[in-house]
């Protein structure tokens, strides 16, 4: 009788996060159909940019350093979903982040007009709406990039919003 | 007792499960947002993810937000404590605690330091990549089958100049493990750089402050006194010079001087005061004024520029950086010696990326080794026990 409780207990835990759960990243195999459709954007960009797309956060390679002593971008890749603005014809995309470990609404130094939106974490599997410029032309800080192998350029995330 | 035992009990889960509810509560009502708390259902278990989630949930967590700088305030008000990246010295000045931790603790040399790592098989040689000395040899060996040499600069960390800053209780000069790693190289048959001896004796002579005081970077006046021994070990390597014709064959007509320069004020915030991350920091300590001698092209009065084509390539961290990309820009260690041999160069500059990181980044950027005859690799000490990534064994382009 007591094991009957304990595993009710357990399951009255569980289904909630069950419900909650979000579509699966890519490469977990078990992406669901609505986390290829593109989020909806909105009308104009709230930055300009040389690109603007939806893309699904598809890879974070390693952790994200502490902020002690230097800024840094974050190399991820994204899988790209939809583009509204200029021409990208990769499957995917590596974009840099600023100090991701700072949700962008509170970054307020000296790189505080070229990083906005509302993303507060990263996360594999999330979807954003990003408006991107060349990573070289933006940022000649610290770059943690995973992906020396890959010669493609790098994209700085001007904007960052988390898709509903 | 019963009912003592079930308050106790209560107030217990109460603690442990009321701060998670209340952030999920928060980022649900406030936020507008699946709490984060649920994301561990839906990643990929990996160690890094894992990781990344727990350092996401103390990075938003509302409560640790609220008592996290009330608690810094208080512990240095109460007992001068700063947070644990930040050592307090004497008169004012700070230190990085991975400075002091590199000389404290056992070097690559110490069985002690490989406490925890593994051998790994490179090319059907058992090694450890922990020891810096594997890195650096098939780098130059690397370099020496495109005919290019390697030359080796471990920068002094700020306790290795001034330990009497850190304890007036510090005598004399207490030996860096550098310096040892210095004589293991050249005897290897290495090109070093000794940054030590010049930076000690032009502190010995009374020259102005060498190190920032809230900072764990160099001054003005520190770095050129850097850059004048690299300049000058760099035209040892060199057999010539006085001219840039073993350099740059096209520069070797170009006698006058390339670069002029001219001093300018800087006002430098610590990075260590800010690591300290105490609320009241600003109020606690303040700017500190430099001035930096600004290098720029003599002709065109424009800022000193890298040359991509340039013969020599300097790698490097934020040493290199400061005061280069830095305010008030082209100033750092690269213009510098660039004008003292009367020649550009070109430059990979990573902040706390010097072991690893430059590297990889010179494998994307492999047209920069076109017609290199000279890589010179500058990384701060302390990044022989804690560089970013480690020191791994890197494949050029």
């Known amino acids: 009788m007591d094991s009957m409780k304990k595993s009710a207990l357990l399951l009255a835990l569980l289904i909630p996060f069950a419900a909650c759960k979000e579509k699966a990243p890519a490469n977990s195999g078990a992406a669901s159909p609505e986390a290829n459709a593109p989020a909806a954007m909105p009308a104009k960009p709230p930055v300009e940019g040389e690109l603007v797309m939806t893309?699904?956060?598809?890879?974070?390679?390693?952790?994200?350093p502490a902020n002690d002593l230097y800024n840094?971008?974050?190399?991820?890749k994204y899988k790209v979903l939809q583009v509204s603005k200029g021409t990208y014809t990769?499957?995917?995309?590596?974009?840099?982040?600023?100090?991701?470990?700072?949700?962008?609404e509170d970054?307020?130094?000296?790189?505080?007009?070229?990083?906005?939106g509302n993303v507060k974490s990263f996360a594999v599997g999330d979807v954003h709406y990003l408006v991107l410029s060349p990573l070289d032309g933006l940022w000649t800080g610290s770059v943690e990039d995973d992906y020396f192998k890959d010669k493609r350029p790098r994209w700085w995330a001007l904007w960052a919003d988390k898709a509903k | 007792m019963r009912k003592l035992e079930w308050t106790l009990a209560i107030a217990l889960l109460a603690i442990v499960a009321g701060f998670p509810l209340f952030q999920a509560a928060h980022e649900a009502v406030v936020d507008k947002e699946i709490p984060h708390v649920f994301d561990v259902f839906r990643i990929a278990p990996s160690k890094e993810s894992l990781h990344r989630w727990d350092d996401n949930s103390k990075d938003r967590s509302v409560f640790a937000k609220w008592l996290r700088p009330v608690t810094l305030q208080f512990r240095y008000d109460m007992l001068g404590e700063m947070a644990p990246k930040s050592v307090k010295g004497e008169e004012d000045w700070l230190f990085y605690n991975q400075d002091v931790d590199y000389l404290l603790q056992p070097p690559y040399t110490d069985e002690r330091f490989y406490k925890g790592t593994f051998d790994t098989l490179i090319a059907g040689k058992r090694v450890n990549l922990r020891n810096p000395l594997v890195a650096m040899e098939d780098f130059r060996d690397r370099l020496k089958a495109?005919?290019?040499?390697?030359?080796?600069?471990?920068?002094p960390g700020k306790p290795s100049i001034y330990p009497e800053k850190l304890w007036h209780g510090i005598q004399g000069q207490p030996p860096s493990p550098t310096l040892a790693l210095l004589e293991d190289l050249r005897k290897r048959g290495f090109n070093v750089a000794n940054l030590f001896d010049p930076l000690l004796k032009a502190k010995a002579s009374g020259a102005s402050q060498l190190y920032l005081k809230r900072d764990t970077h160099w001054t003005p006046q520190g770095m050129e006194v850097a850059a004048e021994a690299l300049a000058g070990r760099i035209k040892e390597m060199i057999p010539d010079p006085d001219t840039?014709?073993?350099?740059?064959?096209?520069?070797?007509?170009?006698?006058?001087?390339?670069?002029?320069?001219?001093?300018?004020a800087v006002d430098r915030w610590g990075d260590i005061a800010e690591m300290t991350k105490v609320p009241d920091r600003k109020k606690i300590w303040s700017l500190e004024r430099v001035t930096a001698s600004q290098v720029s092209d003599a002709q065109t009065g424009k800022p000193y520029q890298d040359d991509p084509a340039s013969s020599i390539l300097w790698l490097g961290d934020s040493f290199s950086r400061i005061y280069q990309t830095d305010?008030?820009?082209?100033?750092?260690v690269i213009a510098h010696v660039a004008y003292l041999l009367n020649r550009p160069l070109a430059s990979i500059?990573?902040?706390?990326?010097?072991?690893t990181v430059v590297r990889q980044q010179l494998g994307r950027r492999g047209e920069l080794l076109k017609g290199k005859k000279l890589v010179v690799w500058t990384f701060v000490e302390r990044d022989l026990r804690f560089g970013s990534r480690g020191w791994q064994v890197q494949e050029l382009p």
């Open chain 2, 349 to 355: 500059v990573n902040d706390g990326g010097a072991s």
């Open chain 2, 146 to 155: 495109r005919g290019i040499e390697l030359l080796l600069v471990p920068i």
């Open chain 1, 72 to 76: 840094y971008a974050y190399v991820m």
């Open chain 2, 327 to 332: 305010a008030p820009g082209s100033a750092g």
């Open chain 2, 244 to 264: 840039a014709a073993v350099l740059e064959p096209r520069d070797s007509l170009v006698s006058k001087p390339r670069y002029m320069v001219k001093d300018t």
């Open chain 1, 90 to 104: 990769d499957p995917d995309i590596l974009v840099g982040h600023y100090n991701p470990r700072i949700a962008r």
């Open chain 1, 55 to 64: 893309a699904r956060l598809e890879e974070i390679s390693g952790s994200f």
């Open chain 1, 107 to 116: 970054i307020k130094d000296e790189q505080d007009a070229k990083v906005g």
